[in-house]
């Protein structure tokens, strides 16, 4: 069964900095492509970086330079470290893990109920960038 648990979630002022982990189990972690995606409040959910041994990892444009997606395959975990922060930021922060092959643009911006991967998501965890 996959599960995936986000972790590192805050308070950060602007300009300030977080890095949220994302544990994995029940899946081999290579096998997947790992998504971070973001839902602000009475907004829709956006991707924020997909990325997978693959490919370059695909990054929103409001992000790129601010934002780095990593993965670690020994600890089984995703990071995603974000600097330069912003209120516009704040939001719900997922990570989710989806079955390999998959364009990681299609993942990023391909986001519906029902999800159109074979993976799982994990509960969230909040981001706030307030002064």
């Known amino acids: 069964q996959l599960q995936l648990v986000e972790s590192g979630g805050g308070l950060a002022q602007p300009g300030g900095s977080l890095t949220l982990a994302c544990a994995t189990s029940?899946?081999?972690?290579?096998?997947?492509?790992i998504g971070w995606f973001r839902q602000a409040p009475g907004k829709e959910h956006e991707g924020v970086a997909c990325?997978?041994?693959?490919?370059?990892?695909y990054y929103l444009n409001s992000v790129k330079g601010r934002f780095t997606a990593s993965r670690d395959v020994d600890k089984r975990t995703a990071y995603l470290q974000m600097t330069n922060l912003k209120p516009e930021d704040t939001a719900i922060y997922y990570c989710a893990a989806a079955l390999l092959p998959v364009s990681l643009p299609s993942l990023c911006t391909f986001i519906r109920d029902p999800w159109p991967f074979q993976g799982s998501w994990g509960q969230g965890t909040q981001v706030t960038v307030s002064t």
């Open positions: 990325s997978s041994a693959q490919e370059p990892t």
């Open positions: 029940g899946f081999t972690f290579d096998h997947y492509a």
